[in-house]
């Protein structure tokens, strides 16, 4: 089974300032396609997940591009360039190359 | 609009059965993949199960194969989760999440989780 590990777990942030978080696999996420089977999701307080970036680097509707996401293999990075009160919540990453496993989840509060 | 509900939580005693449900509305149910999702109260998300569009395949966690079975009804744009012989640890609560497609071209895709429902409560407790 492949086994997901993201850090910080906990991140505190000054709302404009840019925040990072990581994750890494297990085992590589590289498809033989080239494209990395890898997402990442955010659940605000109180909600469902929600998609942000799929195939590692793809935005996905109506997610602002503050947000992106980078990596290959099996390291990845979230990065949001300048906070928002908003973003506050877990966000999960989550390979797709076996069924599916998640990440611990990294907690984003504002300072 | 797009959506899922999910239905039939509740409180089960250990080594009971529950159904959960979950009704889709506002896309064509019958050409999506499907999943369950769950999340135990204070934890992270832990992914459950999933089926094919037209319910032939179907793939669980090591956590609920032999126990839990999933299934749906494309007549009623319903998805199912029947779970047996539940245990503490079951306790969660269960979204179901629909696979989106990315077409890479000639018949090769990726699927993302792109509408999750509102969850329902599973309590297994004595």
């Known amino acids: 089974d492949i086994v997901m590990t993201q850090s910080p777990l906990s991140l505190p942030v000054t709302p404009g300032e840019p925040a990072s978080i990581s994750c890494r696999s297990s085992?590589?996420?590289?498809?033989?396609?080239?494209?990395?089977?890898f997402d990442w999701y955010l659940q605000r307080p109180g909600q469902s997940p929600q998609l942000l970036i799929y195939l590692g680097s793809i935005r996905a509707s109506g997610v602002p591009d503050r947000f992106s996401g980078s990596g290959s293999g099996t390291d990845f990075t979230l990065k949001i360039s300048r906070v928002e009160a908003e973003d506050v919540g877990i966000y999960y990453c989550m390979q797709a190359l076996q069924t599916r496993t998640f990440g611990q989840g990294t907690r984003l509060e504002i300072k | 609009q797009v959506q899922l509900v999910e239905s039939g939580g509740g409180v089960v005693q250990p080594g009971r059965s529950l159904r959960p449900s979950c009704a889709a509305s506002?896309?064509?149910?019958?050409?999506?993949?499907i999943h369950w999702v769950r999340q135990a109260p204070g934890k992270g998300l832990e992914w459950v199960a999933v089926?094919?569009?037209?319910?032939?395949?179907?793939?669980?966690a090591d956590s609920v194969k032999g126990r839990f079975t999933i299934s749906r009804d494309n007549s009623r744009n319903t998805l199912y989760l029947q779970m047996n012989s539940l245990r503490v640890e079951d306790t969660a609560v269960y979204y179901c999440?629909?696979?989106?497609?990315?077409?890479f071209g000639s018949g090769a895709y990726y699927g993302y989780l792109d509408v999750w429902g509102k969850g329902t409560t599973v309590t297994v407790s004595s």
């Open positions: 089926i094919s569009h037209d319910g032939t395949k179907k793939y669980y």
């Open positions: 085992q590589s996420l590289l498809h033989s396609n080239g494209y990395n089977y």
């Open positions: 506002g896309f064509t149910f019958n050409i999506y993949v």
């Open positions: 999440a629909r696979e989106s497609r990315y077409d």
